[in-house]
């Protein structure tokens, strides 16, 4: 089963330190983890540590896979302006590293990772004409067909309406669940992190504030420090823990 | 659960799925098709071209005797021969490698710097070869010695590539976007054109009409050599490009996403800018400055074939090839007796036509 764990990793743009030693406990798949902090909490730059596209102190270390690329990224930023149908995008992602003959097993996938996320019928629709939402569950269908087994995905329902956001959110947790794929989600709605993951990261200016399981990361206390927010948790009917924000401070 | 027909829910959800599915798969199927259609209807369309141009000149031939000329030489007089063979063909295939490489310039340009604008003429790779040129032809000066009826080509190809490393250089210092490579080119242009008054203001009367000649660009420069080292360069770049295919294509949605698919824009940006410089340094030293091809040979393809490079950059190479065979055509029964410089043509020509196309066409082509 793969494996991340995060051990002093610290990242820089020039002289300005973005992560300072981030250490983490090991991760493993099957796990939901999500990473929280207000913005420029360094929640990106961390993504971009751990798939070495930024090069700084510390060891980023995956282990348990033998596949040459365990790890699949969803940037913020969905990229929308080429002359690609949705599925020659998808297709796209998929076949990076290949060879230029698309063989039917690549088609399989897409199909599978746009059925995923009930994008099917958008398969057809140019990228450029699409809805931000639409172009988000476009943008995790394309870390999705690299069929990774640690799926990192940057605030991927900034965009979406709500059943739209608990859509994937669900389907990720059944990812990790069924697939056994480690599954980090940079979340900016608490309530979600509460409801479907399992474990959270608190960043806040490139530190680490907490990280363990998502209820005992986020409290009022963490909330007040970091957020600058009053807010309480209580349990509702059927037992599960909900944010209540009162105000902002 | 089961229906009234007896089929269950979830056999009823699982067939959707597959009707799904497969029209999902068909529509991509048909549209490989179409597109390969499409690349085959460019070839027969640039042969034909091709055969129209090798009938035309002083002496006119019908396309059934160029045909034979082709393809059955002993079957025509020997002057024919002569004419399509020697005299003609170098021309005609020098447009097509011309136009393609020009055009694959230009789409790839476009393609790593995200810009519609970008190609040789718009970074300045053909001011700066127009450039050395003139230095050639006004004052005789040569960059790199060398046979005095190479002395303009070579300046053209130095000065080409000169301006392409430059801008090279420049755009991996920290903080220099792609925009900024496109300000930088544009500033090149500027400061080339300035030289090339400065040199036209020195220069003898005879001088100044060479360079202006020059930089209208002629097919009529072309040779056997010359064919055969354009169609090398040509030869040798397309595999290479082909082999970046689908990161060429994922450059497209920016370097962000590019880079969560795995592909190290600056690396490719850096190993496609020197091959493309090479491509246009080649072109503009052996025919002049034609600088409508770069532009819209690509746009062309991107209308009719999308951005999926597979089909993209064989597309763009086509799309330029037949622009500048139907320009040759076209320059030669425009005013009947007189070669006009294709420059002229493809851009007088050409632009009506892709603005036709532009306007009309439905979806957004950028």
Same mark, same amino acid.
């Given at each position: 089963?793969?494996?991340?764990?995060?051990?002093?990793?610290?990242?820089?743009?020039?002289?300005?330190?973005?992560?300072?030693?981030?250490?983490?406990?090991?991760?493993?798949?099957?796990?939901?983890?999500?990473?929280?902090?207000?913005?420029?909490?360094?929640?990106?730059?961390?993504?971009?540590?751990?798939?070495?596209?930024?090069?700084?102190?510390?060891?980023?270390?995956?282990?348990?896979?033998? *596949?040459?690329?365990?790890?699949?990224?969803?940037?913020?930023?969905?990229?929308?302006? !080429?002359?690609?149908?949705?599925?020659?995008?998808?297709?796209?992602?998929?076949?990076?590293?290949?060879?230029?003959?698309?063989?039917?097993?690549?088609?399989?996938?897409?199909? &599978?990772?746009?059925?995923?996320?009930?994008?099917?019928?958008?398969?057809?629709?140019?990228?450029?004409?699409?809805?931000?939402?639409?172009?988000?569950?476009?943008?995790?269908?394309?870390?999705?067909?690299?069929?990774?087994?640690?799926?990192?995905?940057?605030?991927?329902?900034?965009?979406?309406?709500?059943?739209?956001?608990?859509?994937?959110?669900?389907?990720?947790?059944?990812?990790?669940?069924?697939?056994?794929?480690?599954?980090?989600?940079?979340?900016?709605?608490? #309530?979600?992190?509460?409801?479907?993951?399992?474990? !959270?990261?608190?960043?806040?200016?490139?530190?680490?504030?907490?990280?363990?399981?998502?209820?005992?990361?986020?409290?009022?206390?963490?909330?007040?420090?970091?957020?600058?927010?009053?807010?309480?948790?209580?349990?509702?009917?059927?037992?599960?823990?909900?944010?209540?924000?009162?105000?902002?401070? | 659960?089961?229906?009234?027909?007896?089929?269950?829910?979830?056999?009823?959800?699982?067939?959707?799925?597959?009707?799904?599915?497969?029209?999902?798969?068909?529509?991509?199927?048909?549209?490989?098709?179409? &597109?390969?259609?499409?690349?085959?209807?460019?070839?027969?369309?640039?042969?034909?071209?091709?055969?129209?141009?090798?009938?035309?000149?002083?002496?006119?031939?019908?396309?059934?005797?160029?045909?034979?000329?082709?393809?059955?030489?002993?079957? %025509?007089?020997?002057? *024919?021969?002569?004419?399509?063979?020697?005299?003609?063909?170098?021309?005609?295939?020098? *447009?097509?490698?011309?136009?393609?490489?020009?055009?694959?310039?230009?789409?790839?340009m476009q393609t790593i710097l995200s810009n519609p604008l970008a190609s040789p003429f718009t970074?300045?790779?053909?001011? #700066?070869?127009?450039?050395?040129?003139?230095?050639?032809?006004?004052? #005789?000066?040569?960059?790199?010695?060398?046979?005095?009826?190479?002395?303009?080509?070579?300046?053209?190809?130095?000065?080409?590539?000169?301006?392409?490393?430059?801008?090279?250089?420049?755009?991996?210092?920290?903080?220099?976007?792609?925009?900024?490579?496109?300000?930088l080119g544009i500033a090149m242009v500027f400061i080339f054109n300035s030289l090339m008054a400065?040199?036209?203001?020195?220069?003898?009367?005879?001088?100044?009409?060479?360079?202006?000649?020059?930089?209208?660009?002629?097919?009529?420069?072309?040779?056997?050599?010359?064919?055969?080292?354009?169609?090398?360069?040509?030869?040798?770049?397309?595999?290479?490009?082909?082999?970046?295919?689908?990161?060429?294509?994922?450059?497209?949605?920016?370097?962000?996403? !590019?880079?969560?698919?795995?592909?190290?824009?600056?690396?490719?940006?850096?190993?496609?800018?020197?091959?493309?410089?090479?491509?246009?340094?080649?072109?503009?030293?052996?025919?002049?400055?034609?600088?409508?091809?770069?532009?819209?040979?690509?746009?062309?393809?991107?209308?009719?074939? #999308?951005?999926?490079?597979?089909?993209?950059?064989?597309?763009?190479?086509?799309?330029?090839?037949?622009?500048?065979?139907?320009?040759?055509?076209?320059?030669?029964?425009?005013?009947?007796?007189?070669?006009?410089?294709?420059?002229?043509?493809?851009?007088?020509?050409?632009?009506?036509?892709?603005?036709?196309? %532009?306007?009309?066409?439905?979806?957004?082509?950028?």
């Amino acid at each position: 089963m793969v494996t991340l764990q995060l051990n002093r990793v610290s990242a820089r743009y020039g002289r300005r330190s973005i992560l300072e030693e981030i250490t983490t406990p090991c991760f493993q798949g099957g796990q939901m983890v999500a990473l929280l902090g207000p913005n420029a909490a360094g929640k990106s730059t961390l993504f971009r540590r751990v798939l070495g596209l930024l090069k700084g102190e510390g060891e980023v270390i995956i282990s348990g896979t033998s *596949a040459e690329r365990p790890v699949a990224y969803m940037p913020q930023d969905t990229g929308a302006r !080429a002359v690609l149908t949705v599925y020659e995008s998808v297709l796209l992602a998929r076949m990076q590293g290949r060879g230029l003959k698309v063989q039917p097993d690549d088609l399989a996938q897409v199909d &599978r990772a746009l059925e995923e996320l009930s994008i099917t019928v958008l398969g057809e629709r140019d990228i450029g004409d699409l809805s931000g939402g639409q172009r988000q569950l476009v943008s995790a269908a394309q870390a999705l067909v690299q069929e990774p087994e640690i799926l990192m995905l940057d605030e991927p329902t900034s965009a979406l309406d709500l059943n739209r956001q608990i859509s994937l959110l669900t389907v990720l947790r059944r990812l990790a669940d069924e697939r056994q794929m480690l599954i980090l989600v940079a979340l900016h709605d608490l #309530g979600h992190a509460l409801r479907f993951t399992d474990a !959270a990261m608190l960043l806040e200016s490139g530190r680490l504030i907490a990280c363990g399981p998502t209820a005992e990361v986020i409290t009022p206390a963490r909330l007040r420090q970091v957020y600058h927010v009053a807010a309480r948790i209580e349990s509702c009917s059927k037992g599960q823990p909900q944010l209540i924000v009162e105000a902002a401070i | 659960m089961t229906t009234n027909t007896g089929v269950t829910e979830t056999e009823v959800a699982e067939t959707r799925m597959t009707e799904t599915l497969s029209r999902g798969r068909a529509f991509y199927h048909s549209q490989v098709f179409r &597109r390969q259609m499409i690349l085959a209807g460019l070839v027969l369309a640039l042969f034909f071209s091709l055969c129209v141009d090798l009938a035309l000149g002083p002496a006119r031939y019908s396309l059934g005797e160029v045909i034979a000329a082709l393809f059955t030489p002993d079957s %025509v007089s020997q002057q *024919a021969r002569v004419i399509v063979w020697e005299i003609r063909m170098p021309v005609a295939l020098m *447009a097509l490698v011309v136009g393609a490489s020009l055009s694959v310039a230009g789409a790839q340009m476009q393609t790593i710097l995200s810009n519609p604008l970008a190609s040789p003429f718009t970074l300045g790779i053909s001011a #700066g070869a127009s450039f050395g040129a003139a230095l050639g032809l006004a004052f #005789g000066v040569a960059i790199i010695p060398a046979a005095i009826e190479f002395v303009v080509p070579i300046n053209a190809f130095v000065m080409a590539m000169f301006t392409a490393f430059l801008i090279h250089a420049l755009s991996l210092r920290r903080g220099v976007t792609v925009e900024t490579i496109i300000l930088l080119g544009i500033a090149m242009v500027f400061i080339f054109n300035s030289l090339m008054a400065l040199i036209q203001f020195f220069a003898s009367q005879e001088a100044v009409s060479a360079v202006v000649f020059w930089t209208m660009g002629s097919l009529t420069k072309a040779t056997w050599p010359k064919f055969w080292i354009a169609l090398s360069i040509l030869a040798l770049s397309m595999p290479l490009l082909a082999r970046h295919g689908w990161a060429l294509t994922a450059m497209r949605l920016g370097d962000a996403k !590019a880079e969560s698919m795995g592909v190290n824009p600056r690396a490719l940006r850096l190993e496609v800018l020197v091959l493309v410089s090479l491509l246009a340094a080649i072109s503009v030293a052996f025919v002049g400055t034609i600088g409508f091809i770069g532009l819209v040979g690509p746009h062309i393809a991107r209308i009719l074939l #999308g951005e999926d490079q597979r089909f993209f950059l064989p597309g763009s190479a086509l799309c330029g090839a037949l622009i500048l065979s139907v320009g040759s055509v076209i320059s030669k029964i425009i005013i009947p007796g007189t070669i006009v410089p294709i420059g002229i043509i493809t851009s007088l020509v050409g632009i009506p036509f892709f603005l036709f196309l %532009v306007l009309n066409h439905k979806k957004a082509s950028w």
